[in-house]
């Protein structure tokens, strides 16, 4: 396997992703740009983080396959969301624990950043995935 994922002991602990990936493969995927949206580009749950938190994850599970790889292989995930604030925590989860059996994305997560922006490229865009992956 390409990727490890760890916490080493002395880091914050319980979060929803590893500290850690450590990749040894030589191939590398970016994905990026992932929103909620079909491919036909029609719009999925407007305004509803949840429901755009699955589908860009379903997108970016889509890309990964389409590249040879899987969340397994993932070093690491970016998260934009527009207008973030905490309150929002539990919206965001629940779209990252529907869609997580479908697409086979691990628990804990590989290492992730959420990152608050004012707004992305389109007023109906709440959430907007990158992932970077490491295969053999």
């Known amino acids: 396997m390409a990727v490890q994922h760890v916490t080493p002991p002395g880091m914050l602990s319980p979060v929803p992703y590893h500290h850690v990936a450590v990749g040894t493969g030589t191939r590398h995927i970016h994905v990026s740009g992932q929103i909620a949206r079909r491919a036909d580009g029609a719009p999925v749950a407007p305004g509803d983080l949840a429901g755009q938190v699955a589908q860009a994850l379903r997108n970016t599970a889509v890309g990964l396959t389409g590249a ?64 970077t992956a490491l295969v053999d």
Do not use: C, H, N, Q
């Open 68 to 131: 040879g790889a899987t969340f397994a292989d993932v070093l690491r995930l970016t998260f934009y969301v527009t207008g973030w604030t905490p309150e929002k925590i539990g919206d965001f989860m629940a779209g990252v624990e529907s869609v997580a059996g479908e697409i086979g994305l691990p628990a804990p997560l590989p290492p992730a950043s959420l990152i608050g922006v004012e707004y992305l490229f389109e007023p109906d865009v709440l959430v907007e995935v990158e992932a």
